[in-house]
């Protein structure tokens, strides 16, 4: 299995029939070492990529995710939100 990262997004690819340090997608892209593959996995995009002085990834560093966004409301919710609506409408006579 080999994996790489996105220098740039820090999105993730995995190939299972490659070997690392394959890189498959062409020079914006940097090999995980084995040992990273799991914080790559776990962390990425949300990540700092860590470099040696010859750009050898090294390192993963996991960064703040953004907060998750409120769902959105259910159908009963939304369906209880226009039975009330129509409602006003036919007692206020508009």
């Known amino acids: 299995m080999s994996t790489i990262i996105h220098k740039t997004t820090h999105g993730i690819q995995s190939q299972s029939h490659r070997q690392y340090p394959e890189n498959w997608e ?3 892209w940097l090999p995980v070492p084995p040992e990273l593959e799991g914080l790559a996995a776990q962390h990425a995009p949300y990540c700092t990529l860590e ?3 010859d750009s050898n ?9 953004p907060a998750e966004p409120e769902p959105p409301p259910s159908i009963e919710e939304r369906t209880a939100a226009l039975e009330d609506a129509l409602l006003t409408i036919m007692t206020e006579g508009k």
Do not use: A, Q
């Open 26 to 28: 062409g020079p914006e």
């Open 51 to 53: 470099l040696d002085e």
């Open 57 to 65: 990834l090294v390192g993963i560093t996991p960064t703040e995710r």
